[in-house]
């Protein structure tokens, strides 16, 4: 009886030290993930800061940020590390999409990370054909036009394309409204974050988190313009769209104040990485 016990006890916590060694590869994934996504966000705030001021021609975009990775030293390095960064946050969202991370989540915030997980692997593959490749290609404003050009041509394609103007719209006024709630907060360790440290912290998310919404916002704005009136360069990317927050009344320092809300959301994602319970 006691060397059976034993035998069940021993063959027990194989299974549980199989689990924890996976939990804590994907808990660094998704850590990894993070940092990645902080890095293109600070980089496309920094470039937008220079639009609005006038001192610089480059891209404010994904593939904007990528060359200005590219330019530092060791940058080729750098950019494959954000490919594995990437790749890293496809795989934790693609775990707590089917449920290795949180069991008793809903259906609807399984489909949310996996519609996550799917972006995050194009990103990953985008950044790794942009690090292999050097650089070459569309920008990111063209590729929005052409991808709309093809969209409109298809069976219904006006309604298709303003449907999914009309849900970037959505997406960008949910993103602004759960920060200004400070919804993060409920993802966040805050045992481990108090004081002045949380309030640092919740400025980050409440600020970028709406300044990242406004973004998304307009650019569905443009995507809607494009299907009432057929024009497929009507699409912005995320570069004619930050340029365009300068057209407004406010001038470029409406631009400003949105380059700099994404500064401080790449900043919020470093947070995340150090503080999120993963």
Known sequence: ???????????????????????????????????????????????????????????????????????????????????????????WRGARAVGRRGPHRKAPSRALDAGRAVFYAFVCWATASYAAGGGQGSSGDAKSQDWTKTALELPYGRYLVGGAGLVLIGVGVVLAVRAMMRSFLKQLDLGSLKGRKRQIVTTLGVTGGVARGAVFAAAGVFIVTAAVQFDPDEAKGVDATLRSFSHTPAGPWLLAAVAAGLVLYGVFSFASARWRRL
Not at 11 to 26: V, Y
Not at 62 to 90: D, N
């Open 1 to 91: 009886m006691t060397l059976s016990r034993v035998h069940i006890r021993g063959w027990n916590k194989k299974p549980l030290a199989g689990r924890s060694a996976e939990n804590e590869s994907l808990t660094a994934a998704g850590r990894a993930g993070f940092v990645a996504r902080g890095v293109v966000y600070v980089l496309i705030g920094a470039l937008a800061l220079q639009i609005a001021f006038g001192s610089s021609n480059e891209e404010a975009d994904r593939q904007g940020a990528l060359a200005q990775v590219r330019e530092q030293p060791f940058g080729e390095v750098m950019l494959w590390a954000l490919v594995v960064g990437f790749g890293c946050m496809a795989l």
